[in-house]
């Protein structure tokens, strides 16, 4: 029968670093989900933490798939930003800021087409 290791606090805290949304980050991505919720694009929304990641993910429907998936990592821990989107599982953009990545959903979804015929 082994002997138990001795577990260091400071140690096991240091690799289970949780990640959560700031106010700002928060204030940022209500804002633009607010908007597409008054448009009727989006309905629902979901925050999820695991260690070392908090995501925030916009649903069509609340019984579906998320459509994003707005992932923030350990800042400083992976080389290609902090934040991840991500759109029907794939990536969409990855970045160091938020604004940076919410500008990939930020502008409008719809495309608008006009039904008026052009007569000569």
Known sequence: M?????????????????VFFNRN???QLLAIYSRRVARGEWRDYAIDHRTGAATFSIFERSSTRPLYA???FVPGTRSRGDY???GAGKRVVEGSSLPEVLSAIRG?????????????
């Open 2 to 18: 082994g002997m138990a290791g001795v577990l260091r606090i400071a140690e096991y805290r240091a690799r289970r670093r949780a």
């Open 25 to 27: 980050e928060l204030n």
């Open 70 to 72: 707005l992932v923030k």
């Open 84 to 86: 991840l989107l991500l």
């Open 108 to 120: 409008p979804a719809l495309l608008l087409v006009s039904n008026r015929s052009h007569r000569a």
